[in-house]
């Protein structure tokens, strides 16, 4: 069983139909489904032969009942609490007419309070005991994520950064962390690293920094990742379309993980990842529907992972 933790949520989409025009009205579409960082992965992993358990939390109010809903349609196990008197966290994006984000609006202030209590809880604990690993995500303040790491039992943990805001608050986990996956913007804030570094200096300054392995995208240029047997690219297969770039993150981290949980090491495994990546940015929905077949056509577009000095 794979046990998530983090946000679960309202993800509302909004896309220019032309050219965006800073500072005016523009005209476009506006999309609404649910959506959150640890559960889009988490819809990933499932979709890779794993059992997935989900902890989140919601508002006392209609939100709070369609994300519910939502998570018991994926099959998952809901271990989520309410808050009655608090809303339902949501991340509204603005998009332009390639599917690329020009910003991202996030209303998450439940998150910041309610991490912490819930991991002290038993329920939690019982679930860390039938787990066989952990994926987190940055919608947790640090004081949240210190105590996952202490609650996770040996558990090998997996998170993903979710934003540059946000990612620093895994610098103090860096060292228990068994994978960070992340964007390049990331990986040079929680680096350090000038605008101008190149990704490998970014990711070995990363690795310098206590972490054991991890996986850095660049959109269409080469991932870079590390684990113990050192660093490693690989070069994306091209979309045919790009429908939505929401939720390709996500989608790498979920069937990366379940690969891994599998047996398969992180630089063959994050092939799959790579290949849910791309089915997502061709589908308009934060998780990608496909078949097997599909899948497994992606898969073949996906080369190997390539050792570098």
């Known amino acids: 069983m794979l046990l998530a933790v983090g946000a679960a949520h309202i993800d509302r989409r909004g896309q220019v139909s032309g050219r965006y025009l800073p500072g005016a009205s523009n005209p476009g579409t506006m999309r609404e489904e649910i959506g959150g960082g640890v559960f889009n992965a988490l819809r990933n992993a499932t979709r890779h032969g794993v059992h ?3 902890m989140s939390l919601r508002g006392g109010d209609a939100a709070s009942e369609a994300v519910g809903r939502a998570i018991d349609e994926a099959g998952i196990e809901d271990l989520s609490a309410s808050f009655l008197d608090r809303t339902t966290p949501s991340y509204t994006a603005l998009l332009d007419e390639e599917g690329e984000l020009i910003a991202g609006f996030a209303d998450m202030g439940l998150y910041d309070i309610g991490f912490a209590k819930q991991i002290r809880r038993r329920k939690f604990r019982d679930a860390v005991g039938r787990a066989e690993a952990i994926l987190c995500d940055a919608n947790m303040p640090e004081a949240a994520l210190l105590a996952l790491m202490q609650a996770s039992a040996g558990k090998p943990v997996n998170a993903v950064a979710i934003s540059p805001a946000k990612v620093t608050r895994l610098a103090p986990c860096l060292d228990r962390l068994a994978c960070l996956f992340m964007n390049l913007r990331e990986a040079r804030t929680l680096s350090g690293r000038p605008a101008d570094a190149m990704p490998a200096n970014i990711a070995a300054a990363i690795r310098g920094m206590g972490l054991a392995s991890a996986v850095i995208t660049a959109g269409s240029h080469p ?8 660093m490693f690219e690989l070069v994306p297969a091209a979309p045919r379309q790009v429908a939505d770039v929401t939720g390709a993150g996500d989608a790498i981290a979920g069937a990366t993980t379940a690969i891994m949980m599998q047996g ?38 996906v080369g190997e992972a390539r050792a570098v000095a």
Not at 223 to 230: E, K, N, P, Q, R
Not at 265 to 293: C, F, H, I, K, W
């Open 52 to 54: 997935g358990a989900l």
């Open 223 to 230: 991932l870079v990742g590390f684990d113990l047997a050192g």
């Open 264 to 301: 398969l090491p992180l630089r063959q495994a994050v092939r799959y990842g790579m290949a849910a990546a791309m089915l997502t940015l061709e589908s308009r929905n934060v998780v990608a529907t496909y078949s097997d077949q599909d899948f497994a056509d992606a898969l073949a577009l």
